[in-house]
């Protein structure tokens, strides 16, 4: 990575910004590392996006930039979640083959998978049936962000590469009472709880389904590991038209299990209550992550430490506001 250019695009977001870390720590000079605000550059903006890489010319490019939202957001907004997911991922691909990028990293996200997906979720499973009607526009963008990497690769002999995180969590994620995904929205609920000595904390559900978490650093470390992978070593797990890479913890939780991990981290110890009668979702979604194992990644942050570590990083945020 010496003397190396990366555009890191989505730099603000949690996934953005934990890759920049890692990057640092790996011995990365900032200086090396280009990024731009919305406000700098609207990635949606095809002739803006031409003249940055015209004028920056990165060596690497990491596209974690994304329209992103919890369900219902997603359903209240699906043209949007469409659009401009499907215009950045093709104005930022094309233009780093343009400039001749050679390597780029995409990435995804789990909701490619069919819904009734077997479990664990192996990459063969991509477009093997419906998609999960809630958040479909947004898969749909994603699906075709891997198709477009794939597309250069075939066609140009482009080194585009693609991961799927599941769910992750960690600093820098969003606590925001309505807008937040599991983890943080019980980080939150918690903590309020805790400060107000409620009795009792109801949680949606049965508390079974059963669901993966993956501690962001774990995720940037696995982007940054796959991007710098030998062509060989890649190449020996992927086939040209499915070249997506899964990345994932290795094993799950019921939403019953991480409550009460939850409860524990923040020191909360009044009950923990299922509401039966809320719906449960997808009974199980368990990413297989044996193709990035076998290249030699794996994760080092379990749930618990990683749960501490965002409570922390929550808590930094309240009181710096």
């Not at 990365?28 to 803006?48: F, K, N, P």
């Not at 820098?172 to 009795?199: C, M, Q, T």
């Not at 038209?241 to 799950?252: A, H, M, T």
């Amino acid at each position: 990575m010496k003397n190396k250019k990366i555009y890191v695009a989505g730099h603000r977001g949690m996934v953005g910004r934990a890759i920049i870390r890692v990057l640092l720590d790996q011995g990365v000079e900032l200086s090396q590392i280009v990024t731009r605000t919305h406000s700098e550059l609207d990635l949606i903006d095809q002739s803006a996006v031409e003249g940055f890489f015209a004028s920056e010319r990165p060596d690497q490019v990491y596209l974690a930039a994304a329209k992103v939202g919890g369900i219902h957001a997603n359903n209240t907004f699906p043209a949007e979640f469409i659009y401009e997911n499907l215009m950045v991922q093709a104005n930022v691909i094309h233009a780093a083959h343009r400039h001749n990028v050679q390597q780029l990293l995409f990435l995804g996200s789990s909701c490619i998978y069919p819904k009734l997906v077997p479990q664990p979720m192996a990459e063969t499973a991509l477009l093997t049936g419906p998609l999960e009607p809630t958040n479909e526009p947004y898969a749909i963008a994603k699906i075709a962000g891997i198709k477009i990497c794939e597309s250069y690769n075939r066609q140009y002999g482009r080194d585009y590469r693609s991961v799927m995180p599941t769910n992750l969590y960690g600093p820098g994620d969003n606590y925001h009472p309505e807008n937040s995904h599991v983890v943080p929205a019980l980080i939150r609920r918690f903590h309020e709880a805790k400060v107000s000595a409620a009795p009792e904390v109801t949680i949606w559900g049965s508390g079974s389904p059963r669901r993966e978490f993956l501690y962001v650093e774990d995720m940037a470390k696995a982007s940054v590991f796959v991007m710098n992978l030998a062509p060989e070593v890649y190449q020996e797990q992927v086939q040209p038209q499915l070249s997506l890479i899964n990345v994932g913890f290795g094993s799950d939780v019921t939403i019953a299990e991480l409550a009460q991990t939850v409860a524990r981290v923040i020191g909360y110890q009044g009950r923990i209550v299922f509401d039966a009668t809320k719906p449960d979702g997808t009974p199980r979604k368990l990413m297989d992550s044996s193709r990035l194992l076998a290249m030699g990644w794996k994760p080092s942050v379990d749930l618990e430490q990683g749960l501490a570590l965002a409570y922390e990083d929550m808590q930094h945020g309240m009181r710096g506001q």
